[in-house]
């Protein structure tokens, strides 16, 4: 029997996000119906809002999520109703050219359940990034499920399933930061601050922080940066040339998304340096470098997806080294609010007030 449950809906491009009843199918074959127990306010959600990464509206917002499994469909083995688990956005095909060469997390097919969540009056809903976890349950991939240690608590676990883990896998997995590199990290929300826990974790021996907010710059230094730029007051390139002996940092990871600041990125590296874009930008935003440059700074231009991870890998490790009290996840909750909070959430995460805001359901 189909259910009805409340969730958190995007109507339209900029139209304040509301609570609606949600229609749950039964999970289908390798699908899975996850109660939701805590979901993550992530700046990819108020870009879905804006319209900004595609108009296929109405969407199910939320993505970043932890919860117990409630049901299965027909052949799935991975995981069993009564599992926690944290929910990615990148379930892994085993398929394609890219997990058949042995580079899963690059996988060029990954899935989501086929069927599709609605409105009562049958409207087809989005799900942001395949998930829709701002609702009390969503359907989801079974291989979306990635069964964890029940000790942490759902609105810390569950910050691994977007953000916290996009920005730690831009460091160790993507950026491949070693031991006595230096990293610099611009724009220090949830993901560039997963950046610098990543970096320190890396064993990086400097780690600067960039940011047009002394608030945020405070936090990262709380969460491990060394040194600190507030590029609204300082140019940023030039401070981070400046901290590095003159030369630029062995690594860039830029963490907001933008043009301007992945080409502070681009310039704020050694040679032979690393830039990861791990920030989002949005369908009309536009580079121009000097072609020139590209050639004569060398190294690796590269993008993060998902900071690169592989959820079965990944999830269980980060959950064990911060039961180690090797990470804090937990520095990232700034507040936990309710289903019909995330409007407000949007508003403090643009005003740069919060790290996570985390939905508790
Ligand atoms: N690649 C991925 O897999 C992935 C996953 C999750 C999120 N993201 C993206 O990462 C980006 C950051 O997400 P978030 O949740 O941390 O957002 P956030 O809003 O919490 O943080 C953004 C930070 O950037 C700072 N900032 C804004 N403009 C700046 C500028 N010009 N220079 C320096 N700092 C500036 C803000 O003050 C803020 O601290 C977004 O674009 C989001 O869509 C990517
Ligand atoms: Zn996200
Ligand atoms: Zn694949």
Redesign the pocket.
Known sequence: MPQHVQGVIAPGRNEPVRVETIVIPDPGPGEAVVKIQACGV???DL?YKQGAINDEFPFLLGHEAAGIVESVGEGVTEVEPGDYVILNWRAVCGQCRACRRGRPWYCFATHNAKQKMTLLDGTELSPALGIGAFAEKTLVAAGQCTKVDPAVAPEVAGLLG??VM??IG?AINTGNVGRGDTVAV????????AAIVGSRLAGAAKIIA????DR?LAKAKEMGATHTVN?RTSD?VESIRELTGGFGADVVIE????P??YE?AFYARDLAGTVVL???PSPEMRLDLPLLDVFGRGGALK?????DCLPSRDFPMLIDLHQQGRIDLAAFVTETVGLGDVEKAFAR??E?D???SVVVL
Do not use: N, P
Request: aromatic share 4%; charged share 15%.
């Open positions: 992530c700046h990819t870009h977007c953000g996009a920005g831009a611009i724009g220090c929300g949830g993901v560039g601050d960039v940011d047009i907010d945020k590029s940023a963490a907001v998304g933008r301007e600041t502070q791990v920030g989002v993008s993060s997806w998902y900071g995460m643009h740069g919060v790290l996570r």
